[in-house]
């Protein structure tokens, strides 16, 4: 399976199914996904399930090879259920009951709405289990998505109540743990505490934190469920589920335990204007390592854009070329397969305007050729590097914690998580440096350079790992807010950086939050001096056996230092204790893997990536020009070019825009990557 | 009837009644409107009915020739009545249930409320029906105003469902028609619909359209019930109510069916920032021209702004002149009387800062004098020019499906189904050609010209007569988003311009929301070359017989056509695949007029309006000077100047800021207008 | 008492409170206040009380000498408390219910409430009632914080009914006085009336107002709970409570009734930006102005800034010599005690950023040194100015009832009542003249000059008392929207300014709202003009008598008076028709000033202000620069410097950023302050 699109033969009449699957055959689809919204079509009242209509969907898209993956559609319970039973209807965190009418109209912690997806799974799963066109299952879509801030409903709360218990055995121990003694919120029993409903002022920040852990097991334990008939009802049929790159409602890395593999939706254009920082090359190749990362295995792009995006509004159409970019471009981070979204436009309903590959005509346009082209180019070498990874010696750390708990508290109205990540990440894309995006659990000895900024909650386990990992001459780097709560949201009653104070050298006595007052560093160490200002956070440091890379420039505390290097056993500890400009994080990050020996793939113009999968038979270098215009690139003599060969010129690539180039480097050559 | 004012005599004592009617008469006062808020005090408790206060105004004000006509006072229903039927309290669509407080507190749907109307509105009518001093009735006040998003209760749920029952007959059509099926949304009951309430993502499009239009026939019926009433006990006098221009809670074509002739309350200046588009003098303008379509026919102003407005905001006071020139504005678009709101300024409640013609103290001052002399210079003419129309050569259709079904999904944040209208109506305005706004459902026949932006939805009736309005040697001009969607409010599966392809000559097989990238538009046709940014939209077009006016600037569809012109039998169907900059607009709107025969009536600088009634004896012509600064415009040798004499020096008549003149072509000359 | 610190003993462990006290002692802290919100921790369930820890607590800091003042932990009422009576939980002007988790989830009204805290607090008081080391109590914890919008339950509107019955004794008296007959709202019983929930439009705006006077009527009430009960217990025992500065819940003259004396929390540095305006040093000293104004006596500061501030947002740190710098500040206006917040800093909670003098890892830094140095130099000066006064000339007259009518009804998007009130402060705290502000009960005789901008509702006893004190030769300043309404916010049926036309000597008979047109004001008196945009209001002025300082300069109002001056009896009654931008207050101010007699203390730079505080000895000077540069100002010849001696050059005091001086100028030398 290398192509594919989302299908819904139950969006449009009968007679298109067969000139569908002649088109799609046409285009070189291999795949489709179907039914994840279909609930009321396959079972219109309670008990009358109906598979007739999708049975002949699949068989006539199976007589032209095409292969179909199974969508749970518990994202869209039938109005009859919600007739019969209300009460599955979720609270929003107003205390708003919300409606029918959309999709996720559900909670997700009711049992009665279980038992419902309890009764159609299995139903579902045993009509299909032996069928030879089905070979595996997406459960339900997008979670979290629709669902945001729900529920916290009194089933809800009361399912809170149990997961406290289980995590503090007693309620002497929540109350220690969360510091309720202050304003007098001390709990006698689990069943007195709220969910975080409106109250005045705020609430205890480790009540908050609990529960947005809460809800991600939730969403996991939610997913079990269908998991666990699946699993036993279609042992032959894999089960995986579509992400949403940095979306914040679950863990991704717990909820892909559960999956053979996982799958990302990537909508590089979107319709709303808030997501338009999710929009940019690097966050999207970032979001593509997360998926990458959350099974450090290769992934499924389950939607894949191909057309403007559009509920109320509507994006921008993709330029020529894009549509292949994006393509290429999420192949190039680790996608085996590609699922594009959708096949044709759907004529009625929320998404009318969430173009597919058809538009409402169904006359094939441009889309189709470039997707056809697409698939013709790409598939020979797909094979080669299916399962590939990037071999990437640098690695990020993040976490769904560590997000949460800067939620709650982002300390400055500007201060993001993900962002901040990014300016880091971005440090290595702009050096064409492939990195990981690792979790707190992974081992990260493979790494020459980790990056973990923000490690605001400190959990044991981790810190001890970190400590081990210098001391064995890893590179370690880690940023202002490093140790300062504990796991439960309190504060570590230390000097900061708390318990990571002897591996960084350093003690950070006062701190500055850049609310009225501005400031800037400058790098002092070595030759390329550099001045550029800063919009945070500010961390006072004294040297205590680290020595300083940068300081600050202004105010009481001008040429203190504001990055930090110490030397600790086999390896080095960096901190950077405020946040750093694109001309300072470069900097930054060029001497750090200088002083660990990574080096980047390529040289390239900024927004040209240069993207690594590690194949069977070589290296395949993927280079992406993001720009609305040309680029060049200088290839070396081994290199031999598989796609884009025509827009070599001596050594020099020259990429229209939106242009791709595929290139393998095979291992005889003296690039051979090890490992 | 030329000149009123709205009175309330219920505010103020018994005092000053005598006093108020002879300044009235003094000013040339012949109408007030009365008791549209004073329900509790025409029945202080239920059944017990008060006329005698009101009666004895009527007396004082008919014993100087003063009329009255009479409010139904149902916007505000008595504490008493909300006391024991709280159930009549509306409900928004946040689900939240409004209380007692300010007006229109009450459900529109509500049989119990509408039983205390029928018996209320019974029990004025006959006691007033016979009464040589009243004339007529206005029913309820603005209605709309005040209900905004209400109500969503479940009586009105419930009408919503036989209101659907009505239009579809059965829910599988139903289904079929809103495309149900997707997000398994399918009904197999009516009941089982909701109201547009909160849900989890947003509602479906069709849903939310019928709704829209459900919530406007439920003000039209809620309007009929006493209608009825009146018709019935009231034969002699006439029913009309106070429309707000483009207000959009009701379709007023409708709505204007059961009148004998609309009123409609005129605020050149608003005390809210919102509104402040609402009053530039093209909006203004065209709200007035709106007011006279609903009907065809010449109508009232029912308020006509008479000093600063205000609630918890004033707005700025009106500049000396400013009274005077709004007043001839709107008799110039066709109202027959102009009623002030209101004589004097309420001492307390939430309207205390909307000023009337006197001031808080009641002593007489520049805005009392303004209107006086208004009312001297202008009654001598009003007769002449009675029911007098514009004779307009140019139409503008609007439609309350199209403006309801782009609010639903705007596709670009700054689309603006009126504002879009006002850009072309100002194409008209700025070379002073009279126009008119016109329903979908209206005879074209009449117009050289007739712009119908942004036909959004497809009405096969609609679609018809502008076919056959073309081939009869009309000129049409069309816009993007024409024939996306059916009538139901999903796509039509046809590529774009949908059912208008032939008439227009053009294929649309891609489009542009500029979201994220820009584009302008080159006029290249004929001599003037223009260039101009656009912002929204930008269609991507082939042409299929038809020839290009204008091409797009940049990007991958730089010189594919903007504006293109197809010969269609007898006509011409013009059709702009963008939103046009006013240069661009102008240099359309002049070849269009040019190519039809359209003459604008007089040159004139900007914002200096010309428009025209065509009266008994000649057209009578208005010259506005909406400026802050003199304006000059020149005359020609048959105009007779009526008001405004002095500001004649040669040809030239210059007009003060704000200031006004009237002029009569008698009808004699070479000028002379047909039909 | 001079110093003291805001004290938890609750949220750490025992083992610290030793080492806590003797580090406190070692600071010269003297004071502390303790319990206010750990009512779970004296009374874990109910009638089980526990207050040994306190006791403890309370005797180890004894022991180094320093006493405990005890708040009543009224603001957090316990789980077990909500657990049992929901009904006590209060609901927002939305009509929500708002939930456990934050504090003061209660509300005020509710007796069940009041009786658990009748309870609750006998039981505390007379615990303590002996204990020699407690010297005070403060009730709850800043009335109205937290609250904000609460509380409209059945209990309060029910409430709400009394209230107005006792006020306006008949319905019919209520229905005229808020002119009811507007919109039919005409009410027959007081248990008609709603409270401000959501409603179609607004509300009445004299419903409005009564109900803001309700609401903090209310809180008034609440606190003479516990009064009442400390009163009878402790009479040995002083009792406060902490205001918020100009914090517009509660009418702050009307709560200080009640306590001994007032106590105020001072942050110039706040987390939330909407703050930021009340940051400003002249709103920081006009905010302790208020502070002493409530009872024309010194006061507490209760909670003093001791660092960085913080919920969910952090504030900027205190840069070094700020601490030092505000706490002379609050002494300069009349604190004699100050409390600072916290000792340490909280590690859990949403407090947990609210840093105190010790940090997190509670190792004492430069906060701890800056407060000890602070405490040390400031000492041995406090007794000779305890109690003592500014002396001010000039007065500016704050009304709770202005404030909340101008809330309700702004008429200008950017009026805001105290940021006007602070426009003329400013005028005088850049002169350096020291500035008493009073409440419309005072006297008013001991001023030269009288500010009472913005008089928008008239009270006939004030209007009396001031024309009274402009007969007797006082200088009053009056303002634009003077006169305007009655006391039940109806409007005055007068021509404007009403009640105060013959002091004034002017007539107002029209004005505008700066909305959509431009003003400015040129001053014309005198040598220097002036001409300078104003931006809210203008009143069209015409003299009565009075004569022009300042004439507006556009539009058609320009050349007419925008400051006028009339002399009445042996007083001047001054008129301003705008609002004024800073160059023209200046010089009105100076005008006002010199005419009045009233003088600066000294000259200095923008932002270096002088206040004075009369001891027993000698006059004392606070010179403070709030600049974070150095600044100078020159010194008189009989002055003594008691701090920063070490920065006087010759004449010539240089302060450091944020630098301070104290000046004694003893009785015997030419300055000696009269009175």
Not at 55 to 84: F, M, N, Q, S
Not at 451 to 460: D, I, K, Y
Request: aromatic share 12%; with cysteine.
């Amino acid at each position: 399976m290398k192509f594919g699109v989302d299908y819904y033969p139950e969006h449009i009449s009968r007679s298109y199914w067969e000139w569908d699957a002649e088109k799609m055959q046409e285009a070189g689809i291999e795949v489709v996904r179907m039914a994840e919204f279909a609930w009321a079509k396959m079972e219109p009242a309670e008990g009358q399930y109906d598979f007739g209509w999708l049975d002949e969907a699949i068989v006539i898209l199976g007589r032209r090879g095409i292969k179909t993956v199974l969508g749970t559609p518990t994202a869209t319970p039938p109005v009859w259920i919600i007739e019969r039973n209300p009460e599955i209807l979720p609270v929003n965190l107003q205390g708003q009951r919300l409606g029918f009418g959309g999709r996720h109209h559900n909670c997700q912690s009711n049992e009665t709405y279980r038992d419902h997806i309890r009764r159609f799974v299995r139903e579902m799963a045993k009509h299909y289990n032996n069928n030879p066109h089905v070979i595996g299952w997406q459960t339900d879509n997008e979670f979290g998505n629709s669902h945001l801030q729900l529920c916290a409903c009194d089933s809800c709360r009361s399912r809170f109540h149990q997961w406290l218990e289980r995590k503090y055995g007693t309620i002497d121990a929540l109350n220690d743990a969360w510091g309720t003694v202050f304003w007098s919120q001390t709990y006698s029993r689990f069943e007195q505490i709220p969910a975080p409903l409106p109250t005045p002022n705020s609430h205890n920040p480790s009540l908050l934190l609990d529960w947005r852990r809460f809800c991600s097991d939730l969403i996991v334990d939610f997913q079990k469920v269908q998991i666990d008939i699946l699993r036993q009802e279609c042992p032959n049929q894999f089960i995986t589920h579509n992400f949403m790159g940095f979306f914040d409602k679950t863990d991704y890395f717990d909820l892909a335990k559960d999956l053979d593999f996982v799958s990302h939706d990537q909508y590089p254009m979107h319709f709303r204007d808030m997501r338009i920082p999710m929009t940019t090359p690097s966050h999207l190749s970032m979001a593509l390592d997360l998926m990458r990362g959350t099974k450090q295995q290769s992934f499924w792009i389950m939607e894949q854009l191909a057309g403007p995006t559009g509920w109320e509004l509507i994006s921008s159409t993709p330029r020529p070329g894009q549509i292949r970019m994006w393509t290429y471009h999420s192949i190039a981070h680790g996608a085996d397969t590609i699922v594009y979204f959708r096949w044709d436009t759907c004529l009625a309903g929320t998404e009318q305007y969430w173009h597919g590959i058809l538009p409402h005509s169904r006359i094939p346009g441009r889309r189709f050729a470039e997707v056809k082209q697409t698939i013709q180019e790409l598939s020979p070498y797909m094979e080669y590097f299916r399962g590939g990874s990037p071999k990437a010696e640098a690695g990020i750390l993040f976490s769904y914690d560590q997000e949460w708990a800067l939620q709650i508290q982002p300390h400055h109205p500007g201060l993001n998580y993900i962002e901040l990540l990014r300016s880091y990440y971005k440090g290595f894309y702009d050096a064409n440096v492939p990195v990981d995006i690792v979790s707190d659990k992974e081992d990260y000895s493979r790494y020459k350079v980790l990056v973990a900024p923000l490690l605001f909650l400190t959990h044991p386990d981790t810190c001890q790992k970190l400590y081990e990992y210098v001391s064995a001459g890893g590179h370690l780097v880690l940023s202002m807010r490093t140790g300062v709560k504990d796991w439960n949201n309190a504060v570590v009653p230390k000097m900061l950086p708390g318990e990571f104070s002897d591996l960084l050298g350093i003690a950070i006595e006062d701190y500055d939050c850049l609310r009225q007052f501005g400031q800037g560093l400058k790098w002092t160490k070595g030759a390329a001096n550099i001045e550029e200002d800063v919009k945070l956070w500010s961390d006072i440091i004294t040297l205590k056996g680290a020595e300083s890379l940068a300081e600050y420039n202004r105010d009481f505390y001008a040429n203190t230092p504001g990055i930090t290097r110490n030397v600790y056993n086999k390896g080095r500890a960096y901190y950077v204790g405020s946040d750093l400009g694109p001309e300072m994080m470069a900097r930054f990050i060029g001497e750090v893997s200088t002083a660990s020996g990574v080096k980047g793939l390529m040289e390239s113009p900024e927004n040209v990536e240069v993207t690594r999968r590690c194949g069977h038979d070589g290296d395949y270098m993927f280079v992406i020009n993001h720009n609305s215009e040309d680029a060049s690139v200088k290839l070396q003599e081994a290199w031999e070019v598989l796609v884009g060969k025509e827009f070599v010129h001596g050594s020099v690539l020259t990429l229209a825009p939106y242009g791709v180039a595929l290139i393998r480097r095979a291992y005889e050559s003296e690039w051979k990557t090890e490992g």
